[in-house]
């Protein structure tokens, strides 16, 4: 068997654990969303979400683009003991970053006021910062698990974490009903948890012989321009809150949220892809016949968004209404918009690693910038005039053109055939007829649905064969 045959089964064995171990916690965290949105108004979850959103427009500025720079360096060769000087560098860089949050607490009240116009949400803010250090401790423990490959001991320390979650979530939404600081303070204390279970796991500490500062320079030195692209990226994921929130006020912000956690959904497969594909793209990217695998998990994984995001699309505003109180039947506005935007940025991750490869990392600060300003200009020109819809639309187009120019700029460098065109055919024929059968009958919209996922499949049958006979070929192989 070839090395890179050998790379992709550990790819899909450590895939397959990290969907397994986070299936049944998304699909408890989903089923429970009736208990929130029956307890927290969408205020509430606006102001929380609101939250949220700024500790998410920090964390990547406080880790300085380091927590890529990891995956780049870990894999050369030009040295010995290369991966434990990575993980005790990063590890010390992190323990001194973690530290920067706890500066912003006495901010907290003119945070607040900025946010909302009142310091009476302080509290919220201080926990959150608490909860953002927390992270960027933990980080360097989660990013060693996941580059040794170790997915049984990352995929517990995912269930755990979920687990505490979902049951603190009940405990504070619920039973305490301590309003907008619930989903807040559950993060700090589950973020303690995955500190302490992670280092553990990993079960390293650093010697003071693997720590250097000339190593750290260099990966600084390749971050820097991924800093501007955490702006970037979050101005194009997170910041239509706060235009949602200029505009239309925090009950619209919770709004957009809850449509926002249903596309979460499509994380249980895509999450766990990302973090197995890390360390098979770049322990593979100098195999022959690697492409040829990055070609498939490319297609495989579009094909599978594309119609996920076509059924969610249809049937969104049933779900929605089953799923939420009646206070947040709006929620289903943007829905069909945020699906095909999330599944862009997953395609848009796997194509990016042609520049990561080749380290032009300038080309994804170049695309996400595009992605976002177009974000952020549409979201202020559509929220007064469409609302929530804009809000989704603003962010599909963004993402679109995010993943459209990781694309080309990548191909420049690293040339690899992603059947583009066929995938993006598709995505085009799936988006229009989930517009035009939006309000059909559900019968009608049933048999719609079935007949796209014959064609998709028949589309594709090519890449499906060549899979097939790959795991036939692997099964015959164990016996």
Same mark, same amino acid.
């Given at each position: 068997?070839?090395?890179?045959?050998?790379?992709?089964?550990?790819?899909?064995?450590?895939?397959?654990?990290?969907?397994?171990?986070?299936?049944?916690?998304?699909?408890?965290?989903?089923?429970?969303?009736?208990?929130?949105?029956? @307890?927290?108004?969408?205020?509430?979850?606006?102001?929380?979400?609101?939250?949220?959103?700024?500790?998410?427009?920090?964390?990547?500025?406080?880790?300085?683009?380091?927590?890529?720079?990891?995956?780049?360096?870990?894999?050369?060769?030009?040295?010995?003991?290369?991966?434990?000087?990575?993980?005790?560098?990063?590890?010390?860089?992190? !323990?001194?970053?973690?530290?920067?949050?706890?500066?912003?607490?006495?901010?907290?009240?003119?945070?607040?006021?900025?946010?909302?116009?009142?310091?009476?949400?302080?509290?919220?803010?201080?926990?959150?910062?608490?909860?953002?250090?927390?992270?960027?401790?933990?980080?360097?423990?989660?990013?060693?698990?996941?580059?040794?490959?170790?997915?049984?001991?990352?995929?517990?320390?995912?269930?755990?974490?979920?687990?505490?979650?979902?049951?603190?979530?009940?405990?504070?939404?619920?039973?305490?009903?301590?309003?907008?600081?619930?989903?807040?303070?559950?993060?700090?204390?589950?973020?303690?948890?995955?500190?302490?279970?992670?280092?553990?796991?990993?079960?390293?500490?650093? !010697?003071?012989?693997?720590?250097?500062?000339?190593?750290?320079?260099?990966?600084?030195?390749?971050?820097?321009?991924?800093?501007?692209?955490?702006?970037?990226?979050?101005?194009?994921?997170?910041?239509?809150?706060?235009?949602?929130?200029?505009?239309?006020?925090?009950?619209?912000?919770?709004?957009?949220?809850?449509?926002?956690?249903?596309?979460?959904?499509? @994380?249980?497969v895509v999450s766990a892809v990302q973090m197995s594909y890390t360390t098979f793209a770049f322990g593979s990217k100098d195999d022959e016949g690697s492409k040829k695998y990055y070609r498939y998990i490319f297609t495989f994984e579009a094909v599978a968004l594309m119609l996920f995001c076509f059924v969610g699309s249809l049937f969104g505003r049933e779900i929605i209404e089953i799923m939420a109180s009646s206070s947040y039947e709006q929620a289903y506005e943007p829905l069909r918009d945020l699906l095909?935007?999330?599944?862009?940025?997953?395609?848009?991750?796997?194509?990016?690693?042609?520049?990561?490869? !080749?380290?032009?990392? @300038?080309?994804?600060?170049?695309?996400?910038?595009?992605?976002?300003?177009?974000?952020?200009?549409?979201?202020?020109?559509?929220?007064?005039?469409?609302?929530?819809?804009?809000?989704?639309?603003?962010?599909?187009?963004?993402?679109?053109?995010?993943?459209?120019?990781?694309?080309?700029?990548?191909?420049?460098?690293?040339?690899?055939?992603?059947?583009?065109?066929?995938?993006?055919? !598709?995505?085009?024929?799936?988006?229009?007829?989930?517009?035009?059968?939006?309000?059909?009958?559900?019968?009608?919209?049933?048999?719609?649905?079935?007949?796209?996922?014959?064609?998709?499949?028949?589309?594709?049958?090519?890449?499906?064969?060549?899979?097939?006979?790959?795991?036939?070929?692997?099964?015959?192989?164990?016996?």
């Amino acid at each position: 068997m070839s090395s890179s045959s050998k790379k992709l089964s550990g790819f899909i064995r450590g895939s397959f654990i990290l969907v397994l171990s986070n299936v049944c916690l998304k699909a408890i965290n989903f089923f429970l969303l009736p208990l929130y949105t029956a @307890n927290l108004t969408p205020a509430m979850l606006g102001i929380s979400d609101s939250i949220t959103s700024f500790t998410g427009f920090l964390f990547p500025l406080l880790t300085f683009g380091l927590d890529s720079a990891y995956s780049a360096f870990y894999f050369q060769k030009e040295e010995r003991d290369r991966p434990k000087r990575v993980f005790g560098t990063l590890l010390l860089a992190f !323990c001194v970053l973690g530290v920067l949050p706890f500066f912003l607490v006495p901010a907290a009240d003119p945070i607040s006021q900025l946010l909302f116009g009142t310091a009476e949400y302080a509290p919220i803010v201080m926990i959150a910062c608490a909860s953002l250090s927390l992270n960027l401790w933990y980080l360097p423990f989660s990013l060693e698990l996941r580059l040794r490959n170790s997915m049984g001991l990352f995929g517990a320390s995912s269930v755990l974490g979920s687990l505490l979650m979902i049951l603190l979530n009940i405990l504070f939404v619920a039973t305490m009903k301590l309003g907008p600081i619930s989903l807040v303070l559950s993060t700090v204390i589950v973020n303690a948890f995955q500190l302490i279970f992670l280092s553990i796991a990993v079960h390293q500490l650093p !010697c003071r012989e693997f720590i250097d500062f000339k190593l750290l320079k260099s990966m600084i030195i390749f971050a820097l321009p991924l800093i501007p692209m955490a702006v970037m990226n979050w101005v194009l994921s997170l910041s239509d809150r706060y235009v949602l929130l200029a505009f239309l006020g925090d009950t619209s912000v919770g709004l957009y949220g809850i449509s926002a956690r249903m596309t979460n959904v499509i @994380n249980i497969v895509v999450s766990a892809v990302q973090m197995s594909y890390t360390t098979f793209a770049f322990g593979s990217k100098d195999d022959e016949g690697s492409k040829k695998y990055y070609r498939y998990i490319f297609t495989f994984e579009a094909v599978a968004l594309m119609l996920f995001c076509f059924v969610g699309s249809l049937f969104g505003r049933e779900i929605i209404e089953i799923m939420a109180s009646s206070s947040y039947e709006q929620a289903y506005e943007p829905l069909r918009d945020l699906l095909f935007a999330q599944m862009f940025y997953a395609m848009t991750t796997i194509v990016s690693y042609g520049a990561l490869f !080749c380290k032009k990392s @300038n080309y994804l600060l170049v695309s996400v910038t595009v992605g976002a300003v177009t974000n952020l200009v549409l979201n202020i020109i559509l929220i007064p005039i469409l609302g929530l819809t804009g809000a989704g639309f603003s962010t599909l187009v963004g993402y679109g053109l995010n993943f459209a120019l990781t694309y080309m700029l990548s191909e420049r460098v690293y040339p690899c055939d992603y059947n583009i065109g066929r995938v993006l055919g !598709c995505i085009v024929l799936l988006y229009g007829l989930s517009l035009v059968f939006a309000d059909a009958a559900i019968l009608a919209r049933n048999i719609v649905a079935l007949v796209c996922f014959v064609v998709v499949f028949l589309i594709f049958r090519k890449e499906f064969r060549a899979f097939s006979r790959y795991l036939g070929s692997r099964l015959k192989g164990r016996r």
